[in-house]
């Protein structure tokens, strides 16, 4: 009888202790929602900067990646410069996300190579014709992607290399060429942003 009564006990135990613990922690890496791998998203504020840029997102989450292609209308915004700008812009970044253990393929720390190329006309302010803006830029950005239920945030800067025939005021609508501390190079492209969107 004794030998039976520990096996019950061992039994009870295992059922009663163990079991729940390994339930609990399986639980704790199941995503707390839906693992969605596409958005859309618009570039906030883009419209003050005199356009309007609208991005779609895809993830692949065996990799922990995503691609991004993002185009932008230049005209459908406040024309800020004042020079009546008119063109477009097309860009693709490809995300790397650093390991994460939230379970959202769309969500985390990233870093992200990108192409860009911006083409529009405006009105110089100086030659008082109209001039063609031409540029085309490689970029290397960071960011953080936040995703809470359906929404979704994006944060990001970086840097790289432009070439083409810039803009009078040196603005490409997705980056800006370098004109800071009283200084100017053509060469250097910045970008810094933030994206608004949903997933689905």
């Keep these: 009888m004794t030998t039976i009564r520990k096996a019950l006990f061992c039994a009870a135990f295992l059922f009663t202790?163990?079991?729940p613990c390994e339930a609990t922690s399986t639980s704790a890496a199941v995503p707390s929602q839906p693992d969605y791998l596409n958005s859309v998203k618009i570039t906030f504020l883009s419209w003050l900067s005199g356009s309007t840029k609208i991005s779609y997102e895809r993830a692949f989450p065996a990799v922990r990646q995503s691609g991004e292609i993002c185009g932008s209308l230049i005209c459908a915004g406040y024309d800020k410069y004042r020079n009546n700008p008119l063109g477009f812009t097309v860009r693709y970044g490809h995300k790397f996300f650093l390991p994460d253990n939230d379970g959202l393929s769309l969500k985390g720390f990233y870093l992200r190579p990108e192409l860009m190329y911006s083409h529009y006309t405006y009105d110089h302010s100086i030659y008082q014709i109209r001039t063609l803006a031409?540029?085309?830029?490689?970029?290397?950005?960071?960011?953080?992607?936040f995703v809470y239920k359906r929404f979704l945030a994006d944060f990001w800067v970086g840097g790289g290399?432009?070439?083409g025939q810039e803009a009078e005021t040196g603005y490409h609508h997705g980056f800006e060429l370098w004109h800071w501390f009283g200084t100017y190079n053509p060469n250097i492209a910045m970008s810094f942003s933030i994206r608004l969107g949903i997933c689905f």
């Design 134 to 145: 031409n540029m085309g830029a490689v970029l290397a950005t960071v960011g953080y992607q």
């Design 161 to 163: 290399y432009a070439i």
């Design 17 to 19: 202790v163990i079991l």
